[in-house]
């Protein structure tokens, strides 16, 4: 049986090359995206995910999360979580609950702490220098805050033809606390269904949630079309009619993976990814 995963950007390798030995040994693509995404939250020197992400604002790291198993359409986010190590995690046991699975900012992290998730303060003394540094160079410079930004979305599917989506973020690099990109809504940042694929989006949120693209993704393969036909037909028209009707158009980047273990990228810049399969071991790809 095919099994495979992709995940958005050079980060997602390592934790992805992980989860899929639990994928080749049988285990199931829920598991599979709870382990690779902590993997990359837990990783000090990216500076957009988990530990060691780039603070808001007024220095404080806040994540958001979200966690979608394909057979049930549970779904589980967090937004504006803080000193939490695995948001990921969160999100998951949130998806257990049928009401109150959405958290956002304090009550989040509260959640996270009455439930024995394990607390850390996520801001590394680098992610403080740069901090420091950038509010210096806005200050002396007149610069736009706003910068540096990459989610780590995921995609997986297991032998038994089961299929879950997860994206992890610290979300813009000084942002107003309280700002919450697409990754933790569903359909936006995320959406797997596993009677035909999954979608997840990495780039500038505000404008990635204009679209539903990630939805849109899912809902163009179960009309027919390959990952990549459907990535190229969502997005690229998408960003066409922003620029037009909005008069910009920020950074995006989509992946696709179907219930073939097939996958399909659609960017207006430089990207790269993760992916493997049963019959291809993981690797890093540029699109
Ligand atoms: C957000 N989409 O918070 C996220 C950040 C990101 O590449 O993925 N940037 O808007």
């Not at 598991?31 to 902590?38: P, T």
């Not at 995910?49 to 404080?60: H, K, R």
């Not at 610290?170 to 797997?192: H, N, Q, W």
């Not at 028209?237 to 909005?246: A, I, M, Q």
Request: some cysteine; hydrophobic content about 40%; glycine content about 12%.
């Amino acid at each position: 049986m095919t099994y495979a995963m992709i995940g958005t950007w050079r980060m997602a390798y390592e934790g992805l090359s992980k989860a899929m030995t639990t994928l080749e040994a049988g285990g199931k693509s829920t598991d599979a995206i709870e382990i690779a995404i902590k993997e990359v939250e837990d990783y000090p020197f990216f500076k957009s995910v988990g530990y060691g992400g780039l603070p808001n604002a007024q220095g404080l790291v806040e994540m958001d999360a979200a966690f979608m198993d394909g057979n049930t359409f549970a779904i589980g986010a967090v937004a504006g979580i803080s000193d939490v190590k695995n948001p990921i995690s969160v999100a998951r046991q949130l998806s257990n609950d049928h009401f109150n699975s959405f958290l956002v900012g304090a009550g989040a992290s509260q959640y996270a702490m009455f439930n024995g998730f394990e607390a850390r303060n996520m801001l590394t003394e680098r992610a403080h220098k740069l901090w420091a540094k950038r509010v210096q160079e806005i200050n002396e410079k007149n610069l736009s805050p706003y910068d540096g930004h990459d989610t780590v979305g995921m995609v997986s599917l297991d032998q038994d033809a089961g299929m879950a989506a997860g994206t992890s973020t610290s979300g813009l690099f000084m942002k107003k606390p309280g700002r919450t990109g697409d990754s933790a809504l569903s359909g936006s940042g995320f959406y797997v269904d596993s009677d035909i694929g999954g979608a997840t989006a990495t780039g500038l949120g505000e404008d990635l949630m204009k679209g539903c693209l990630s939805y849109e993704i899912v809902r163009l393969m179960g009309s027919g079309l390959s990952p990549q036909a459907a990535c190229d037909q969502a997005v690229y028209p998408f960003v066409e009619k922003l620029k037009k009707r909005y008069g910009k158009v920020g950074e995006f980047s989509l992946i696709a993976l179907n219930n073939q273990g097939e996958w399909g990228v659609a960017t207006n810049v430089e990207f790269t990814f993760a992916a493997g399969n049963d019959e291809q071991t993981p690797q890093i790809y540029m699109a």
